[in-house]
């Protein structure tokens, strides 16, 4: 098949998968864009491109579209490099018009990819990995260990961007990202046969500018995500205050409605056995009451910490109110005064 056993058909392979990265970066920075205009709106972004099928499918084609990228840049840089043998040096000192990101793509490759990694690490695992394998919620060590939804983005980048390291790392990251995209974007076009002295000279032109402008809307934007972390704006403003109280409120009426189902599941039939009633209602207590107080426990924490100023629903203080009942009922300490006890 051409597109392996010839160089061509490989670095059409680099053209196409570059070209569909380059998309992806474009719409990444407008992304970001939203969480740094409107906040509250890119959590409603991060929520609708969590785990649907859409969302998968788009993953799994970037994941793939990264790793042919990859592949394909390795095995054409051996190629070449087995090609020129012992002249390679000598040619590379006859040729001084060559960018020196022309010369550099595969070191600028695998600086972006580590700092891929890294974003990774700090977003994609936390966020769309904890709803494909079903996690609810995130515990986040710099909000002291309380939890985050998957889709409470704004609270991924409160973490993030409060290290004084992770600015240091994107500024290098972008820096390999602006050489790597501005030799990728015309060059891939070239690869497709747009290679005459007009358009490579224009297509050089819209690449650099292209690049830049993405390239220092992400310094930008990493550079504002950091002074609002370190002030902590993601956990003081109200308008996101209220979308984290409207999370904790839901997660207590879901937390109900299960109550509910569980508890008419245990006393199914029993309704003229009062002894077998007693009993199931005891066993039902001892096996259902100690996760429900430390679920319970755990929403009053994250709703104090991460919305002090929110109001809990009805839902939420029927929860606090089953849990204090379970505790009595189980003989174990009330749950400690907090300030969603003070707003309600």
């Given at each position: 098949?051409?597109?392996?056993?010839?160089?061509?058909?490989?670095?059409?392979?680099?053209?196409?998968?570059?070209?569909c990265?380059?998309?992806?970066v474009?719409?990444?920075?407008?992304?970001?864009?939203?969480?740094?205009?409107?906040?509250?709106?890119?959590?409603?972004?991060?929520?609708?491109?969590?785990?649907?099928?859409?969302?998968?499918v788009?993953?799994?084609?970037?994941?793939?579209?990264?790793?042919?990228?990859?592949?394909?840049?390795?095995?054409?840089?051996?190629?070449?490099?087995?090609?020129?043998?012992?002249?390679?040096?000598?040619?590379?000192?006859?040729?001084?018009?060559?960018?020196?990101?022309?010369?550099?793509?595969?070191?600028?490759?695998?600086?972006?990819?580590?700092?891929?990694?890294?974003?990774?690490?700090?977003?994609?695992?936390?966020?769309?990995?904890?709803?494909?394998?079903?996690?609810?919620?995130?515990?986040?060590?710099?909000?002291?260990?309380?939890?985050?939804?998957?889709?409470?983005?704004?609270?991924?980048?409160?973490?993030?961007?409060?290290?004084?390291?992770?600015?240091?790392?994107?500024?290098?990251?972008?820096?390999a990202?602006?050489?790597?995209?501005?030799?990728?974007?015309?060059?891939?076009?070239?690869?497709?046969?747009w290679?005459?002295?007009?358009?490579?000279?224009?297509?050089?032109?819209?690449?650099?500018?292209?690049?830049?402008?993405?390239?220092?809307?992400?310094?930008?934007?990493?550079?504002?995500?950091?002074?609002?972390?370190?002030?902590?704006?993601?956990?003081?403003?109200?308008?996101?205050?209220?979308?984290?109280?409207?999370?904790?409120?839901?997660?207590?009426?879901?937390?109900?409605?299960?109550?509910?189902?569980?508890?008419?599941?245990?006393?199914?039939?029993?309704?003229?056995?009062?002894?077998?009633?007693q009993?199931?209602?005891?066993?039902?207590?001892q096996?259902?009451?100690?996760?429900?107080?430390?679920?319970?426990?755990?929403?009053?924490?994250?709703f104090?910490?991460?919305?002090?100023?929110?109001?809990?629903?009805?839902?939420?203080?029927?929860?606090?109110?089953?849990?204090?009942?379970?505790?009595?009922?189980?003989?174990?300490?009330?749950?400690?005064?907090?300030?969603?006890?003070?707003?309600?």
């Open positions: 098949m051409w597109l392996t056993s010839s160089s061509i058909g490989r670095k059409f392979i680099m053209a196409l998968t570059g070209c990265l380059v998309l992806f474009t719409f990444h920075v407008l992304m970001n864009a939203v969480a740094l205009i409107w906040p509250a709106a890119y959590n409603q972004v991060c929520e609708f491109l969590g785990a649907n099928w859409y969302a998968l788009a993953s799994a084609g970037l994941a793939l579209l990264f790793i042919l990228h990859i592949l394909y840049a390795v095995w054409l840089t051996l190629q070449n490099y087995k090609a020129r043998g012992k002249d390679r040096y000598a040619i590379a000192g006859r040729t001084p018009n060559v960018e020196w990101s022309s010369k550099n793509m595969l070191v600028l490759g695998v600086v972006v990819i580590a700092f891929l990694v890294v974003h990774l690490v700090q977003f994609w695992s936390k966020m769309q990995w904890q709803e494909l394998i079903h996690a609810d919620l995130t515990v986040l060590p710099q909000l002291e260990g309380v939890p985050a939804a998957p889709a409470m983005g704004t609270l991924f980048l409160q973490m993030a961007f409060s290290c004084w390291w992770t600015l240091a790392i994107y500024v290098i990251g972008f820096i990202l602006w050489f790597h995209l501005n030799h990728g974007f015309w060059s891939m076009f070239q690869t497709i046969g290679n005459n002295n007009v358009w490579i000279e224009r297509l050089k032109k819209i690449g650099f500018w292209w690049t830049t402008i993405v390239v220092g809307l992400f310094l930008a934007q990493a550079i504002v995500f950091t002074v609002q972390a370190r002030n902590n704006y993601y956990l003081d403003n109200e308008k996101l205050q209220e979308q984290y109280a409207e999370y904790w409120n839901q997660q207590a009426e879901e937390m109900m409605n299960d109550f509910q189902v569980s508890v008419q599941s245990a006393m199914k039939g029993l309704e003229n056995d009062p002894t077998a009633a009993k199931a209602q005891q066993d039902f207590v096996s259902y009451g100690p996760s429900f107080i430390e679920k319970a426990q755990l929403v009053s924490d994250s104090e910490k991460q919305c002090p100023a929110g109001v809990p629903s009805d839902a939420f203080r029927q929860m606090m109110m089953l849990a204090g009942q379970f505790r009595q009922m189980l003989g174990t300490p009330a749950i400690e005064e907090d300030n969603t006890q003070n707003n309600q």
